[in-house]
């Protein structure tokens, strides 16, 4: 079975802090992706690593960064955390799209909230 | 601009009946389609797929089907269980591409 894990289920975080949000993913996939889930705009690419030390913008990649220096980890950080970031946060890794095929597997979240 | 759109927020619906929850999409490169099933405070789980070679495509009590021209796909669940009150998202891709497209969710509640 796939296993992503994600560092904290929770996390409260005061306006202008450094927050980081670690992933991990046991199935050697190359492909490991960070979301945001937000009531009524569904699940929103924040940024995406198809490679070790490589990175791509997603949608909504602003007040954001990433890190990518081991093929099973991937982390995001919120260099100086906003009210607006307040969200749900998702990780997922996938094997390369091959054919079409491109199942991706999810952790089970981190609710940060900054107040 | 919104490619992939569930246009119904919720859904309620009587336990053992049908239920059906639509998606529609606008970028003609999407070949390949998932459903996903997400319980609160846990991440989305992977349900069933179709490729746009196909249109149809069954796994038990869950179907997705496909209509290619008016560019849209239905996901039907028969007999709907109280265990399958969720919020259930579809997703695109292109080809080769690695990123997935979400819609917005429909949350699905089923009634005893």
């Known amino acids: 079975d796939v296993k992503v894990t994600q560092s904290s289920r929770y996390l409260v975080k005061r306006t202008g802090e450094k927050v980081f949000l670690e992933c991990v993913q046991d199935?050697?996939?190359?492909?490991m992706f960070w979301y945001r889930q937000d009531p009524g705009l569904g699940l929103r690419l924040i940024y995406f690593?198809?490679?070790?030390?490589?990175?791509e913008k997603g949608d909504i990649p602003e007040g954001y960064s990433v890190s990518r220096e081991k093929k099973e980890r991937f982390s995001l950080i919120l260099e100086s955390a906003s009210t607006n970031q307040t969200s749900m946060y998702l990780c997922?890794?996938?094997?390369?799209?091959?054919?079409?095929?491109?199942?991706?597997?999810f952790g089970p979240g981190t609710r940060l909230t900054v107040t | 601009d919104q490619q992939v759109k569930q246009n119904s927020p919720s859904l309620s619906v009587q336990e053992g009946r049908i239920s059906i929850l639509n998606c529609d999409y606008t970028?003609?490169?999407?070949?390949?389609f998932l459903w996903y099933k997400k319980y609160p405070a846990e991440g989305p789980t992977f349900l069933i797929s179709?490729?746009?070679?196909?249109d149809k495509n069954e796994d038990g009590r869950f179907t997705v089907f496909l209509n290619k021209s008016a560019k849209h796909l239905s996901l039907h669940i028969v007999p709907s269980q109280p265990g399958d009150s969720a919020v259930y998202f579809c997703?695109?891709?292109?080809?080769?591409?690695?990123?997935?497209?979400f819609g917005q969710g429909t949350r699905l509640t089923i009634n005893p």
């Open positions: 997922a890794s996938s094997f390369p799209a091959s054919g079409g095929a491109n199942e991706q597997y």
């Open positions: 199935m050697d996939h190359e492909n």
């Open positions: 690593s198809y490679d070790v030390k490589m990175k």
């Open positions: 970028n003609s490169m999407f070949d390949y």
């Open positions: 179709i490729s746009s070679i196909k």
């Open positions: 997703a695109a891709s292109a080809q080769g591409a690695q990123k997935l497209v």
